[in-house]
């Protein structure tokens, strides 16, 4: 399906971006304009469309930059959605007490509320709005029930304009987000090769029947990729660190963009730049280095033949 048509965006490269650098991190320490500004004057010389997690200030400052400095670039905005729903299969804790779980349907409510207000408010930049970020899948820390993302997505319906998606695993897709579907205007799917121990030279098939799988379950809605990419360290857990470099991060990128683009299939790569503030206070976490751009935003290998760049040697 022609995400052309059914977004009324032109076709376009897409990257999932957030601009937390050494010692910031959400909820506490956020980028100031001038690095948001250094950062999508980078962005827009590589991609047309970028997402947003959450109704946050550095996503306020993002909509602000772009809007002000009539920057070519559209966005899809995120509501990041706590847990409501405790669930054991969490490897990292995803329990929550009463008491919780009543204060973490507030904060979500105060996300939808704020969704709304900038949908309506930026709809010169925000081309389509995501409510939810992985709440369903089975190993999820802020599990979010069907029934309550239904609702939550009627409430964005009712009163914005942009088509509206949910960004989820491709797994719960296939089954268990089929009522959610129905309320949608389109599917957003993850998509990680690494983390299911595939070997590079199958990634990107693996990829497409990711895909595959999810558009042949619902051939009447558009499917877009909302996370693929690849990491550039590991401390071995999870999958081996021989499997994260970039090297491999490369292939899979110059794949991907190949094969998404041949296919008119609308896919934010993750993610534009490392972010030092995730997972454990161990360096080579993998979730610090899925950036195609260090923290000190030079470029890795997948972007450093670009007129203009002057690369850096990293350990």
Known sequence: ?????????????????????????????????????????IVKNH??????????????????????EKL???????????????NPHCPWGGTFSD????????????????????ANQYQEVIFSLAV???SCVEWSGNMV???????????????TEQPITFCENYVPWLDKLAPLVEVLD????????????????????HTKSNYQQVSKRYPEKLVVITEAGWTTKANGRGFPKAHANVVFQKMYYDALCRWTDE?????????????????????????????????DRTPKMALEAFPGYKTKVHS
Request: proline share 6%.
């Open 47 to 68: 991609w047309a469309y970028i997402r947003l997690y959450s109704c946050d200030p550095h996503a306020k400052t993002v909509l602000e930059v772009i809007r002000d």
């Open 145 to 159: 029930s069907v029934d309550a993302m239904i609702d939550y997505v009627k409430q964005v319906k009712a009163v």
């Open 132 to 134: 939810g970020n992985e």
């Open 263 to 295: 296919n008119k299939v609308l896919t934010f790569v993750f993610e534009a730049f490392d972010e030092p503030w995730k997972g454990s206070s161990d360096p080579n976490e993998p979730e610090k280095h899925w950036g195609l751009f260090y923290e």
């Open 186 to 205: 389109f599917i957003s799917i993850h998509t990680y090769p690494l983390w299911e121990n595939i070997p590079i030279d199958h990634a990107l098939a």
């Open 1 to 41: 399906m022609d995400y052309t048509k059914v977004l009324s965006i032109p076709k376009g490269m897409a990257i999932c971006y957030s601009g937390f650098r050494e010692g910031q991190r959400p909820g506490a320490e956020y980028p100031e304009r001038a690095q948001i500004e250094e950062d999508l004057h």
């Open 99 to 118: 008491e919780q779980i009543a204060k973490n349907k507030k904060i979500n409510q105060q996300q939808v509320d704020t969704l709304i207000r900038w």
């Open 72 to 86: 070519p670039l559209k966005v899809m905005l995120g509501a990041y959605l706590e847990g409501e729903v405790s």
